[in-house]
């Protein structure tokens, strides 16, 4: 995917590349949307196949953030960054880290990265060390590992798609397929062994497989086996995204959809259509899976473990009003996207409603000048490209410039009459 094409198709603010020579560290980040705060979201550590697969995964979970914030009420906006691997497999590194955590402080706060597919908490401690902006450590940074709220806000919504077809909520006569026990998968077949579900697992790691197995009794699928040809009551994908798509949706023999992966389907409308025609009840995956970004950012905000657990509780009733109106609209992922953006333009009338009465009113660029702002943190050896599109923040103090070499292009779209003053350490550059 074309890096503006993208942005401009989906709403991006900002979307960074960098390379730290030292480290080999390659890195994208991606901004979609800081209306209703910060844009918070995980650091996911993949191997892809090409530059632009990278670009499309991150440009999706981005957007995919911003909704999944929205939606569950948290004033938060929607990021996310992906380090690409030069190998499947390849160990993290303390270096890796720190690398990674400097290209986030570059951001100062507009971004605040978390962890993801990839990323430990010891992973995420060692960017602590160069970034505050960072959730999901436990000694540097806190909050820790989120998957278990992840796992339990599927599983909550899981009652809702079970409530919203008539059915009763007891899983004690039903058969769940979960694609991938890893973390989040491993602990929502926790919860559904504990409620009595039969559990079939399948994962492309076979030591996965046999701790689901040994320890939560799930049945493992054969090799020549496929989970989503089985006939079942709930489908769960737990592992990457895109892995519904018009083909595999034809082949369901399941009456509900709901998993702890990110962006489920390959064509969000379409897929989702399908599902609806197949009468497949079908959970938005940033709707189900809201609970770790609840977590991670509820604590970031300052949320109290008591609000962060009735806010994971509520997944259940906001999967239930996607649902109702899933039924006069096309799809359930369009019903979920209405959603969230019902609270994002509540947010930009009241910010136009404020920056109306100010005294300085649409001079925002002018006033985003008045001072100077700190002096950046030292940046590692590398480069990084920066792509702006349109800008929902007010303005902004430029920052001042970083230490370190590297090379740093801007792209400026839309400033909206308000100043855009990041300072990017490492790049040499002051704010723009």
């Not at 908490?121 to 960072?134: G, L, N, S, V």
């Not at 040809?229 to 595999?248: E, F, R, S």
């Not at 008591?306 to 996607?322: G, K, N, W």
């Not at 109106?325 to 953006?341: I, L």
């Amino acid at each position: 995917m074309n890096v503006l094409a993208g942005m401009k198709k989906l709403g991006h603010e900002t979307v960074a590349s960098h390379h730290d020579h030292e480290t080999g560290l390659r890195a994208v980040i991606a901004v979609h949307d800081t209306t209703l705060g910060p844009a918070l979201g995980g650091t996911r550590r993949f191997f892809y196949e090409d530059d632009q697969k990278a670009v499309f995964d991150v440009l999706r979970l981005s957007e995919g953030m911003t909704y999944k914030s929205a939606a569950a009420g948290l004033p938060l906006g929607g990021g996310k960054s992906v380090i690409l691997l030069p190998k499947p497999g390849h160990q993290p590194t303390e270096a890796e880290g720190l690398a990674m955590g400097r290209f986030v402080e570059t951001f100062r706060g507009q971004y605040v990265a978390a962890e993801d597919v990839g990323v430990s908490p010891q992973f995420c401690d060692w960017m602590a060390r160069e970034t505050q902006y960072i959730m999901g450590g436990e000694t540097v940074s806190h909050g820790g590992d989120p998957s278990p709220w992840t796992s339990l806000g599927a599983f909550n919504a899981m009652k809702a798609c079970l409530k919203h077809l008539g059915k009763p909520v007891d899983f004690s006569n039903l058969t769940v397929a979960i694609q991938g026990v890893g973390a989040t998968g491993y602990k929502l077949a926790k919860f559904l062994r504990e409620a009595g579900a039969v559990v079939l697992v399948t994962d492309v790691h076979v030591p996965t497989i046999k701790r689901a197995v040994e320890e939560l009794g799930c049945v493992a699928l054969g090799n020549d086996e496929n989970l989503f040809h089985q006939k079942v009551d709930i489908v769960a994908p737990c592992a990457m995204g895109g892995i519904l798509d018009a083909a595999t949706i034809n082949g369901l023999k399941c009456s509900i959809v709901c998993g702890t992966a990110n962006n489920i389907l390959l064509a969000p409308e379409t897929d989702g259509a399908l599902l609806k025609s197949r009468g497949i009840c079908y959970a938005p995956d940033f709707i189900a899976n809201a609970g770790g970004v609840i977590r991670l950012g509820g604590l970031y905000v300052g949320w109290s473990e008591a609000d962060i657990d009735e806010a994971v509780a509520r997944v259940e009733d906001t999967t239930l009003e996607v649902l109702k109106a899933t039924e006069s609209m096309p799809n359930a992922y369009d019903a979920a996207v209405a959603v969230a953006q019902r609270r994002i333009r509540a947010a930009k009338a009241i910010k136009a409603a404020g920056g109306a009465r100010g005294a300085t009113g649409a001079t925002g660029a002018t006033g985003a000048t008045g001072a100077t702002g700190a002096t950046g943190g030292t940046g590692g050896t590398g480069g990084c490209c920066q792509s702006k599109g349109h800008a929902a923040q007010p303005a902004m103090a430029g920052a001042g410039a970083g230490s370190g070499s590297g090379s740093h292009g801007h792209s400026n779209g839309n400033s909206d009459g308000h100043g855009h003053g990041h300072g990017h350490g490492g790049c040499g550059c002051k704010g723009h």
